[in-house]
């Protein structure tokens, strides 16, 4: 009888091991892909890619016992070979190999040249051959950098007492309503993709106080711009027995100061490998929604055309300003008008044209929207009810009110749109894994 017990420990290294210090002179064996091989008649330069990087080895003729000529790139390999201390390799050693075993091998040739430091190629062929170039280094280091991002968001959260949680993603009804919903025939029942973890994250807050989620979010719009996906990734959080929405913004914001202190510590070689410098997060301006439209409409001359929203080019205009005269990529922009929010936004007391709410610009790009919500049950029929709104329709949601709820708020980070803005692309599928957009459904 043979009982399982737990993960065994392999004989082969980790790159972070070596580099922990006391191997060198030591033989050791190693498992990676062949990211490249430079032959040089009698020695070659095999350079493994792992998770954590680069790994340069160094065949010797009549040392390494293994033909090179049988050798691949993308080949999966283990290595056997004495580590050198060698400060023109990558992370300061390198692998003088005794010999290879040959683990598996590709059945063609790449397709593109993901060995070169940044691809040098098209968006649309990077997206197509998506499973190869994400192999590339510098795709590798955005998406490690992503990473770092919703672990620093859950390890923060966590750290305030936040609970997280998973909610569905097949709905009877969209949060925000409207017509740009995925719909499906759920066993003869109508069903949409959820647009919003919104009703469920305010539903958990009568239960755990405060709660977040990681998770994918369904948006059936047209749009084919560089800021728009039909599938992100949302990264939400609602928190109960707050005295005003200005509590929601201090806690986006200490999480901010938490991550990027965690992306310097852990992820310092993907931030020099893109060159990322970090905004400075210390303190984020505030600003009226009415006072920024009347700002940039005066610095810069612009008519204001909407007077219920925010255009693209006026949030780039505003944060323009706040970079210009306070030296902020980041400000929240406060109290959006009541006509432009969903109905769980509470209205403000002093003006009810305006809402307790919020978005966050960076660098001139909306990446978060939050705030206060109605928690009062016969207010939120009241505004239902102003907006033609049928009760019946959500009554799941509003038992919550009925039986009772603190004061809350939240917001909803797009993950994707805030990785963008920290790398400078200038297009959201630069930083999604496997974009969905009106046009692409594969890979």
């Known amino acids: 009888m043979e009982f399982i017990s737990g993960v065994k420990e392999k004989d082969t290294v980790s790159m972070d091991r070596i580099r922990s210090g006391g191997y060198e002179g030591r033989t050791v064996r190693m498992e990676g892909s062949v990211h490249t091989i430079r032959d040089m008649g009698e020695v070659a330069f095999v350079i493994l890619r792992k998770a954590e990087g680069l790994v340069q080895c160094v065949y010797e003729e009549g040392k390494t016992d293994f033909d090179i000529s049988l050798l691949k790139e993308e080949s999966a390999v283990r290595v056997t070979g004495v580590v050198s201390k060698e400060e023109r390799a990558p992370y300061g050693f390198e692998i003088r190999l005794l010999g290879i075993d040959l683990l598996s091998q590709p059945a063609e040739a790449l397709p593109v040249a993901i060995s070169k430091w940044k691809l040098n190629t098209s968006l649309e062929t990077k997206l197509a051959l998506r499973p190869i170039t994400l192999r590339n280094p510098m795709e590798r280091a955005k998406f490690r950098l992503q990473e770092g991002i919703v672990r620093g968001f859950r390890d ?81 959080f609602e928190m109960g027995y707050i005295d005003g929405f200005e509590e929601i913004m201090e806690m986006e914001t200490a999480m901010l100061q938490y991550t990027f202190g965690l992306l310097c510590e852990d992820y310092e070689a993907e931030l020099q490998m893109l060159k990322v410098s970090l905004p400075n997060v210390s303190n984020i301006p505030t600003v009226r929604f009415a006072e920024a439209k009347e700002l940039v409409a005066g610095k810069y001359n612009r008519k204001i055309r909407n007077p219920y929203d925010l255009e693209p080019e006026e949030e780039v205009l505003i944060g323009r300003y706040f970079k210009e005269e306070y030296g902020s990529d980041f400000v929240f922009v406060t109290h959006y008008p009541s006509k432009k929010r969903p109905f769980y936004a509470m209205d403000d007391p002093a003006d009810p044209k305006f809402t307790l709410s919020f978005d966050l610009l960076f660098k001139g790009l909306e990446v978060t929207t939050g705030g206060q919500r109605i928690h009062d049950y016969d207010t939120i029929l009241k505004k239902m009810e102003a907006r033609g709104m049928n009760p019946e329709d959500i009554s799941s949601y509003l038992m919550i009110f009925q039986y009772g709820m603190p004061p809350h708020g939240g917001l909803g980070i797009g993950l994707e749109r805030l990785t963008m803005r920290l790398l400078d692309e200038g297009n959201i599928r630069e930083t999604t894994l496997f974009p969905r957009d009106v046009t692409r459904l594969e890979p």
Do not use: C, W
Request: net charge positive.
């Open 156 to 236: 923060f959260l966590h750290s305030q007492n936040f609970t997280e949680i998973r909610t569905p993603k097949i709905v009877a009804r969209g949060a925000e309503g409207g017509s740009n919903v995925f719909k499906l025939d759920y066993f003869n029942k109508k069903a949409e993709l959820g647009q919003s973890p919104q009703f469920y994250k305010q539903t958990m807050v009568g239960v755990y106080d405060r709660v977040f989620e990681v998770a994918p979010v369904f948006r059936a719009e047209k749009h084919n711009t560089t800021r728009h996906l039909n599938e992100y990734t949302s990264m939400d």
